[in-house]
């Protein structure tokens, strides 16, 4: 269900160096709404960003889920809480 309702967009640099982007989208509100962004040297380290962005600003439980799926999927690992996540 949850891969209806969203959806990734990424941003991958053509030069070495540069930091990749996803967006998290929400397809259920209006088009086209980001919910968070996150960066990182490559796409699972971006990912984990997005995921750590998510809980940080208190969104959704399914869209934490979503990240987290993804970051399973692309990286093998479960992302893991740290303290600074929270705060």
């Known amino acids: 269900m949850n891969d209806e309702r969203f959806?990734?967009?990424?941003?991958?640099?053509?030069?070495?160096?540069?930091l990749t982007?996803?967006?998290?989208?929400?397809?259920?509100?209006?088009?086209?709404?980001?919910?968070?962004?996150?960066n990182g040297a490559d796409r699972p380290h971006a990912l984990l960003s997005l995921w750590r962005t998510l809980i940080k600003?208190?969104?959704?439980?399914?869209?934490?889920?979503y990240v987290a799926d993804e970051c399973t999927r692309r990286a093998g690992t479960v992302p893991q809480h740290r303290d600074e996540d929270t705060n």
């Open 57 to 65: 600003d208190g969104e959704s439980a399914e869209a934490i889920e």
């Open 7 to 18: 959806g990734l967009e990424w941003l991958v640099p053509g030069q070495p160096d540069r």
């Open 21 to 38: 982007h996803v967006m998290l989208l929400d397809r259920e509100r209006p088009a086209p709404f980001v919910v968070a962004v996150g």
